[in-house]
């Protein structure tokens, strides 16, 4: 039974592999470049996959690992593979909406700003895609949400802390990730259950995305943060802070920017 579903899953993830060649990117709003390192990241998570799941056969036939173990393993591979597959779903529905919004240049807009954020960052741009809840980043597809259907000019700058959560992440260990760690550890008491430091971890990464945004796109991130956004009635999850906690973050950065001598 378990070689079955690895071998069925295998050729899901194999199915992938041509997908870039069967879509005409000439029906998209979108720059070719930034297309092409998007789904290589998706081809390489599957590409992964695929690896995962040859070792565990291969353990498994040389009676390396117990099928209790190969269970385990698979069902984490099955986890990581159906990400992969969402990512695709949610990749071509968010560009299809994008395909719809060309003539107010909504796309083109928050790309470009987008492409600000990553110089600042001496990272490489990305771009965004219309979604119903932009506080489900992602970080496989390097794409930033902007909530639909609020996609208009007064909400552009929040494409900035949406960016700031996949640049995050593609950091790696050291930087942002590093300060993420250090925030979530001073927040967790060290005998606090797992799942309380990684809840921290995700507040950190949310609040760390907006003195980003704030940062690189000052007053207007702000405004629209403040004004369209926001609650101060919002009940957080235990994972991501409060609107008012985010808000006085927000506030302090640009206090603190208006007081440096770099900014006057």
């Given at each position: ?64 690992i117990t099928e209790q173990d190969a269970w385990s393993r698979f069902y984490d591979v099955r986890t990581a593979s159906e990400v992969i597959f969402r990512e695709c779903i949610e990749l071509l529905g968010g560009l299809a909406l994008r395909d719809r919004f060309t003539d107010d240049h909504i796309c083109q807009f928050a790309d470009e700003l987008i492409r600000e954020n990553a110089r600042a960052l001496g990272r490489q741009a ?139």
């Amino acid at each position: 039974m378990l070689q079955v579903r690895m071998e069925s899953l295998d050729r899901h993830l194999k199915s992938l592999e041509g997908w870039r060649q069967r879509l005409e990117l000439k029906t998209f709003c979108l720059d070719e470049e930034l297309w092409a390192a998007t789904i290589d990241v998706i081809h390489q998570g599957a590409m992964d996959q695929i690896e995962a799941l040859k070792e565990i056969s291969q353990e498994l036939a040389s009676e390396s690992i117990t099928e209790q173990d190969a269970w385990s393993r698979f069902y984490d591979v099955r986890t990581a593979s159906e990400v992969i597959f969402r990512e695709c779903i949610e990749l071509l529905g968010g560009l299809a909406l994008r395909d719809r919004f060309t003539d107010d240049h909504i796309c083109q807009f928050a790309d470009e700003l987008i492409r600000e954020n990553a110089r600042a960052l001496g990272r490489q741009a990305s771009f965004s895609i219309p979604a119903v809840d932009e506080t489900m980043y992602s970080t496989l597809r390097r794409v930033a949400r902007v909530s639909f259907p609020e996609w208009h000019l007064w909400t552009l700058p929040l494409v900035a802390h949406e960016y700031a959560q996949v640049a995050i992440e593609e950091a790696g260990k050291r930087g942002p990730l590093q300060l993420v760690d250090e925030l979530a550890t001073e927040w967790t008491d060290p005998d606090a259950p797992r799942e309380q430091f990684e809840n921290a971890r995700r507040k950190a990464r949310v609040l760390l995305a907006d003195a980003f945004a704030t940062y690189t796109t000052g007053p207007a991130y702000a405004c629209s943060a403040l004004l369209l956004r926001l609650s101060p009635v919002h009940r957080a999850p235990p994972e991501r802070p409060s609107d008012a906690e985010r808000a006085v973050l927000i506030l302090k950065v640009l206090q603190t920017m208006s007081e440096a001598e770099e900014w006057k």
